[in-house]
């Protein structure tokens, strides 16, 4: 036991060793450890740096990649990853990063798309925001995907299954502290209103560092109903999508739904199997009643229901089983990564029929693509557009995720299923908003556009597709806190004069 003991501290005391003397000979990781040390109050400063030499890197780099097409040995890494358990930490690691003269991107819970958020095409250092995880949160009209951060997922409007009874994550934060460019910590009257209103919506890296949101809570009942149906096209499956984009979006506000189209094989043949899944502030037999009213074509009876405390719903969406204790949202290790390919629409009339019919055929022929569509109306209706920097709100009737996953890491592959997103998505121009057509920031995808020298005429192409009428304010409260654009990425928002630091 002894010896077993012995040999525990001596393999740990060469893995620090080791450790220490990869950092020691890296001259970047040197000058940042020296500038953070003589800022941060702290002994244990070498602890929040990881250099990429160190053996702890990857696993810490690749904990919160969500999609396999941005963790290839091509990709780019940082060369130093800043973990801050303090927002002192990120308020050093914004002024030394400058001071080095590196580029810095900021990771939350790593669900950006296009990973721009932990990728890069120059040297470059990564602020993972993971340890800056405290949360006083109970009821909150947040998402469904259980590893989504914060930072992302408030800062670019995220939503949730009460999203039609409240509205979105941003409606309801109440104040902030952001990091600015001069590494200034900032709350909501420090900051400004101009600056508080750009970061509810058009993401906080575009401006700082956000490190705490303030937010007010809602009521939910003390029960809540779920219920899934399921319909194939030789089932009245066409008829229930087309009414589904009405009653979606216009149906009692206490209740959400999705609706899933997704290829699929039956009989041998590939059709297209359409889902509706929901969440309903009340008990089952309400749901029942207001649904055999506003839905009859859905079928749905008892069987498909089932009534559980709304903190079980959460458990519910993100396909957890019954019964799973709500602490398994805790558990924010990454899982089987796959390969995606996402890309976003709004829709604002009905997609008639023989659309419907047309669509099939082309999800037919691409044949891993998935469409994700959301109701809108209720709250979102109610909210002006230009009270947060999200924009769609009225007049939408439902939000589409272009969805495809695939297992192979070929390029072949990669050519392959981004090709089929994009054949399904260009099909659907006839159907989704324009001028401009509209996309979902949270849903990141860089086919839109992207910068190059970051010119308010390349952000314009990419930022009037997700902010719209928005977008030159944004642009505005941009040049005014980060003139010299420090804070950016390929999709970010332009100061008026474009210099970067």
């Not at 990869?22 to 953070?36: F, G, K, M, N, V």
């Not at 939408?396 to 996953?405: C, D, G």
Request: glycine share 6%.
């Amino acid at each position: 036991m002894a010896i077993s003991k012995l040999l525990l501290v001596f393999f740990s005391l060469v893995f620090f060793n080791l450790s220490f003397s990869w950092a020691a000979s890296d001259p970047t990781y040197q000058s940042l450890l020296q500038c953070l040390s003589e800022i941060i109050p702290s002994p244990n400063v070498s602890a929040v740096i990881v250099s990429n030499n160190n053996p702890s890197f990857a696993s810490i780099l690749e904990s919160r990649i969500h999609n396999a097409r941005f963790n290839r040995t091509s990709t780019l890494k940082p060369a130093i990853i800043i973990t801050p358990s303090d927002e002192s930490h990120v308020s050093a690691a914004v002024i030394c990063s400058q001071k080095v003269g590196f580029q810095l991107k900021i990771r939350s819970g790593g669900h950006d798309y296009e990973a721009l958020s932990y990728t890069s095409d120059e040297p470059f250092f990564l602020l993972d925001m993971y340890n800056l995880r405290d949360s006083n949160v109970h009821g909150f009209p947040a998402g469904v995907c259980p590893t989504v951060g914060v930072g992302g997922h408030i800062g670019g409007a995220g939503y949730g299954t009460m999203i039609r009874k409240y509205g979105l994550t941003t409606d309801y934060v109440i104040d902030a502290k952001i990091v600015n460019v001069n590494g200034k910590i900032l709350d909501r009257k420090a900051m400004g209103e101009d600056l508080f209103w750009a970061i509810r919506g058009a993401g906080g890296a575009n401006f700082g560092v956000v490190t705490a949101y303030k937010i007010k809570l809602v009521k939910v009942p003390e029960k809540v109903t779920v219920f899934r149906v399921e319909r194939f096209l030789d089932d009245n499956g066409t008829e229930v999508a087309f009414k589904w984009q009405t009653v979606g979006a216009t149906t009692d506000p206490n209740l959400f739904t999705r609706m899933l189209l997704q290829p699929n094989t039956k009989d041998k043949q590939t059709t297209v199997k359409v889902t509706v899944m929901g969440l309903y502030l009340g008990d089952i037999n309400g749901l029942l009643t207001l649904l055999n009213k506003d839905f009859p074509e859905l079928r749905l009876n008892k069987e498909n229901c089932t009534e559980m405390p709304w903190i079980d719903s959460v458990l519910w969406w993100a396909n957890f089983d019954l019964g799973t204790p709500p602490n398994v949202l805790l558990d924010r290790n990454n899982k089987d990564t796959k390969f995606v390919k996402r890309k976003s629409d709004y829709v604002q009339t009905p997609i008639p029929k023989d659309g419907l019919e047309s669509l099939w055929q082309k999800m037919v022929q691409n044949e891993k693509v998935g469409l994700t569509c959301n109701s809108y109306g209720g709250k979102m209706d109610e909210i002006d557009t230009k009270e947060s920097a999200f924009p769609h709100r009225k007049g939408n009737l439902y939000k589409i995720q272009y969805s495809i996953n695939w297992d192979d890491p070929s390029n072949e592959a990669d050519i392959k299923y981004t090709t089929q997103a994009k054949a399904v998505h260009e099909f659907m121009t006839q159907f989704v908003s324009k001028n401009p057509r509209r996309a979902y920031l949270n849903y990141r995808d860089i086919d839109i556009g992207s910068a190059k020298t970051w010119s308010y005429e390349e952000g314009k192409v990419y930022g009037e597709s997700y902010f719209a009428e928005n977008f030159d304010r944004l642009v505005d409260v941009k040049t005014a806190v980060d003139p010299n654009n420090f804070f950016r990425n390929e999709q970010s928002i332009p100061p008026r004069s474009t210099k970067t630091a």
